[in-house]
């Protein structure tokens, strides 16, 4: 075992503080990365509070993580010592179900074994990448490529899969009309993957406030979805919409934007049921789906597809310190797009 430094939740009400957590010795097929940056994900916040349902404590949460590949075990062929690597929402899975075989990991039928909060087969429960080191199978570690810059490339692992893998699986593309519903950390990255595939974008929001922003990133054209005359004039016009709000929103006005066999997928997760009348959908036989994170080929796809066009998120870099304030900023939408947090600071 190692103990290494890291920034936990001591409960569900407290902020997180600083403190030391336990890194299991490296097995023969595992890395130990030295992790530079992590990003911080919505997905964090509603872990560590309880909201997703009870975690143990203390916990350290962090799903989106770059760093240094700093030892290998006796067996490990894919990853070197030196190498730039990532890890993204997943450690582990069954590796023998359908899903798994067929490289889609995170629909593992056994539950793919989460970063943190998670039991792993060792009957730990994981740690997240709010910390200095993590060992990882080197299965689930991607290789980031060495022209991403290496400061912005974390959220790749969570917010860049998640909205890669329904552009890429519905085939986003030239000729196709793409709408992205939310221009938060999601929503930031489906705009510049969709517009990099070669699709026409759209950014429906709640106000015109970011639509210098949707333009710079690559969107053809704002809308803002508190005007009614929105949806009368985009009506029938979207092959594909990818909706990164995890608020409820009125899916029945969404799907009457696609047009025929229109697909409406949900990456965002808001905790009540979205209801959708059957008549909308019958209507230009259309599709209303849901996607989840990516499979380690698919991811490693996406960040070697980011490095080929020059795409990386907008970030902003915080201390470990600020962690809690950066909190409070992401559940008041007040980051442009991502935070990440420099791990060279807990050292
Ligand atoms: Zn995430
Ligand atoms: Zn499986």
Known sequence: ??????????????????TTIERRDVGAKDVLIEIRYAGIC?????????????????????????????EVGSEVTKHAVGDRAGVGCMVNSCRE???????EEQYCLAGN???????????TVTQGGYSTHVVVD?????????????????????????TYSPLHHWKAGPGSNVAVVGLGGLGHMAVKIAHAMGAEVTVLSQTLSKQED??????????????????????????????????????????????????????GAPPEPLPVQAFTLMNNRRSFAG?????????????????????????????????????ERVLKSDVRYRFVIDIATLA
């Not at 179900?97 to 490289?103: E, H, I």
């Not at 998670?118 to 009957?123: L, M, P, S």
């Not at 299965?139 to 991403?148: A, I, N």
């Not at 996607?291 to 970030?315: K, V």
């Open 291 to 327: 996607s989840s994170i990516g499979g380690i080929r698919e991811t490693q796809e996406m960040l070697d597809f980011c490095a080929e066009h020059g795409i990386s998120p907008e970030t902003e870099l915080i201390a470990a310190t600020e962690i809690n304030d950066a909190y």
């Open 1 to 18: 075992m190692k103990t290494v430094n890291a920034y936990a939740a001591p409960s569900a009400t407290e902020p997180l503080v600083r």
């Open 113 to 123: 074994t989460g970063t943190y909060a998670a039991v792993d087969r060792d009957g």
């Open 214 to 267: 949707g333009r710079k990133l690559g969107a053809a054209h704002y809308y803002a979805t508190s005007d009614e005359a929105t949806f009368e004039k985009l009506a029938n016009s979207f092959d594909l919409i990818i909706n990164t709000v995890s608020a409820k929103v009125d899916i029945g006005a969404y799907l009457s934007l696609l047009t025929l066999d229109g697909t409406l997928v949900n990456v």
């Open 42 to 70: 919505h997905s964090d916040i509603h872990t560590v509070r309880g909201e997703w349902g009870p975690v143990a404590y203390p916990l350290t949460v962090g799903h989106e993580i770059v760093g240094i590949v700093t």
């Open 138 to 162: 080197e299965d689930f570690v991607l290789r980031v490529p060495e022209s991403l810059p290496f400061e912005k490339a974390a959220p790749l692992l969570c917010a860049g899969i998640t």
């Open 97 to 103: 179900c359908a899903n798994c075989l067929a490289g």
